[in-house]
C-alpha cells in the first residue's frame, strides 16, 4: 500500500488541496507514538493529504472498555483533496494496511483515526458523522483540539449545543489523575528499547537529567576533559554518568560560550560522531537517549544517521536556515532554545523592554511555529529559556522565578522544558566563586528552583549531586 521509503515527502499540488479538517489520532498498542507518526506518514504519502500542524499527543486512561492499556490521543490539522467520504475510506484503508483489527467496539488498537471536523459542513449517514458525535464529551478529544484551534465554534446544527470548543473544554469535570502530554525522547532508532517519555502536566513526574559531555577544548566548565580522551576514559565516564541518574547524554563538539572559536561542521562531526556511536555499543546505555549539542543541519543529521535522538539547538534553527526542515525528515526530537543573535553578539541584545520572561515567550513561540510549518510534529518540540544566553544576571532569575508563568504563555501550554543553569556565570557572580567547577551550592540552588517551576529536564556538569538535588526537589515539589 505504501512505499518502504516514508522519508521522502510527496509533492503536494496545493491547488487541489481546498479543504481543511480535522482528524484525530490514537494509539494503546505496541510503540504508540510511532504508530501515530507512522499513520502521518501514510496519509500523506500519495499527496490526496497534506498533515498542517499536530497537537501535542496526551496520555489518557482508556474511557468505556477499562481493561486496557493507557491511550496516547492527539489531533492534526490537514489540508486535503478529499470529500468526506473519500477521507474516510482513505484513512480506514491507512488503519488496514497498518494492520489494525477490531475485536470489540472501543477496544484495544494500534491506530484509530477519526475525522473530527471537516471545513464547516456537517455529515450525517450510516457511515460516518461529522462533527464527531462524542468529541464534546471527550477531553483528549477536546484539549488536543483546543491546541490547534481553541475558539473555533461547532457548525450550527440541530441539538449541537454552542460556545466554543475552549468554552466547552473547561466544562468538563476534572479528573482525578489529569491527561497529561507525552514527549518521547528516544527517536525513531530503536523499537526494542524501553521508550524514556516527558509527561509534563503529571504533578508526580520525576525530572529528567541531561548530562553535559562537552568533546572541546574550549567550553567555559570543563573544556579539554574530554577533549581527544582516550575511549577507556570516555567510557568511564558515560557509564559513571548513566549509573548516578542520567537519562540524556548531551554531546558537544562546538562551545556556544561567549567568544567561542567557530570550528568546521567537519571538525565538529569527528568529535561527535565517535562518541556517539561508543554510547550506542555500550548495554548499558540502550535505554538512554542521546543529545546532540549543535546548531548546524549537517552535523544534526549525521548525529541522529550515527545514533542520536535529540537535536539541541541553541539557536532554534535561527543560525542554519535549513535546520528545521532537516528535523523534521529525520523525525527525532528537537530542543529549542531561546537566543538572540550569536555567542559572539548575544551579550549586546540583552534588552527586553517588554519584560523578558513575555519576549522571551512571544519569540520562543514564533520558534515553536517555525518548526510546525516545517513538518516538526508539536510532540517532538521541548522548549529552553535559554539562561545566560543574550540575558543578563536579573533576566535569569525572573526567568527561573517566573518559569511556571512561561509554561502557561498561551501558545506554548503543554510543552516540555529543559533549564541549564550548571556552573554558570551569574551563579558565579551571585555567590562569589570563580572557578566555574566549584559553583555546585548555587548551581544546586538554581535547579530547584527550575524543579519547583515546572522544568521536565536539568541539563547539569555533576550528574550525581544535582540528580540528588532533583531527587530531594521532586519530593518537595512533584506530590
Not at 75 to 85: F, G, K, Q, R, Y
Request: charged share 25%; glycine share 8%; net charge neutral.
Amino acid at each position: 500500500m505504501t512505499p518502504k521509503d516514508l522519508s521522502v515527502k510527496p509533492a503536494h499540488t496545493s491547488a487541489r488541496m481546498k479543504h481543511r479538517a480535522f482528524i484525530a489520532l490514537g494509539s494503546n498498542l505496541g510503540d504508540r507514538v510511532a504508530m501515530i507518526e507512522q499513520a502521518c506518514r501514510w496519509m500523506e504519502h500519495d499527496g490526496q493529504i497534506k498533515v498542517l500542524r499536530t497537537s501535542s499527543l496526551w496520555e489518557t486512561k482508556a474511557m468505556y472498555v477499562l481493561d486496557q492499556d493507557k491511550f496516547v490521543n492527539g489531533a492534526c490539522e490537514i489540508e486535503t483533496s478529499l470529500s468526506p467520504m473519500d477521507l474516510l475510506d482513505k484513512l480506514q484503508s491507512v488503519e488496514k494496511g497498518m494492520g489494525r483489527v477490531k475485536l470489540i467496539d472501543k477496544g484495544p488498537r494500534n491506530i484509530d483515526l477519526d475525522i473530527l471536523l471537516y471545513d464547516d459542513e456537517t455529515v450525517l449517514n450510516e457511515r460516518l458523522q461529522i462533527p464527531h458525535k462524542l468529541m464534546l464529551e471527550r477531553e483528549f478529544v477536546l484539549r488536543p483540539l483546543c491546541e490547534l484551534i481553541p475558539d473555533k465554534s461547532l457548525p450550527r446544527q440541530r441539538g449541537m449545543p454552542t460556545g466554543t470548543l475552549q468554552d466547552h473544554l473547561v466544562t468538563l469535570p476534572s479528573l482525578p489523575d489529569p491527561i497529561s502530554p507525552l514527549t518521547p525522547l528516544l527517536g525513531p532508532r530503536s523499537l526494542t528499547a524501553t521508550l524514556p517519555t516527558i509527561t509534563s502536566h503529571h504533578s508526580s513526574r520525576d525530572t529528567k537529567i541531561m548530562s553535559i559531555l562537552n568533546i572541546t577544548p574550549d567550553s567555559f566548565s570543563d573544556g579539554g576533559q574530554l577533549f581527544n580522551a582516550h575511549k577507556d576514559a570516555l567510557t568511564q565516564t558515560i557509564r559513571t554518568h548513566i549509573a548516578a541518574g542520567a537519562t540524556i547524554l548531551d554531546l558537544g563538539g562546538q562551545s556556544t560560550r561567549p567568544g567561542a572559536v567557530q570550528i568546521s561542521a567537519k571538525e565538529e562531526l569527528s568529535r561527535v560522531v565517535p562518541v556517539i556511536q561508543l554510547v550506542r555499543s555500550l548495554p548499558e546505555a540502550s535505554n538512554v537517549a542521546i543529545s546532540v549539542d549543535t546548531y548546524r543541519a549537517g552535523v544534526a543529521a549525521e548525529a541522529v544517521r550515527a545514533g542520536a535522538d535529540i537535536v539541541n539547538d541553541v539557536s532554534a534553527g535561527l543560525m542554519d536556515d535549513a535546520m528545521l526542515d532537516t528535523v523534521a525528515g529525520l523525525g527525532c526530537t528537537i530542543c529549542l532554545m531561546h537566543m538572540r543573535g550569536t555567542s559572539e553578539t548575544m551579550n549586546q541584545l540583552a534588552s527586553y523592554p517588554d519584560g523578558v520572561v513575555e519576549t522571551v515567550g512571544r519569540e520562543l513561540l514564533q520558534r515553536v511555529q517555525a518548526a510546525e510549518s516545517a513538518g516538526i510534529r508539536r510532540w517532538r518540540i521541548i522548549l529552553d529559556p535559554g539562561i545566560g544566553f543574550a540575558k543578563t544576571q536579573d533576566h535569569n532569575l525572573e526567568l527561573l522565578r517566573r518559569l511556571g508563568d512561561l509554561r502557561a504563555f498561551p501558545g506554548l501550554q503543554g510543552l516540555p522544558w529543559l533549564v541549564g543553569t550548571s556552573r554558570k556565570a551569574f551563579v558565579g557572580r551571585i555567590t562569589g566563586v570563580k572557578e566555574a567547577k566549584e559553583r555546585t551550592w548555587g548551581t544546586a540552588a538554581a535547579v530547584t528552583a527550575a524543579i519547583q517551576g515546572g522544568a521536565d529536564i536539568i541539563r547539569v556538569h555533576d550528574v550525581e549531586k544535582m540528580g540528588q538535588v532533583a531527587k530531594m526537589a521532586d519530593a518537595l515539589w512533584r506530590v
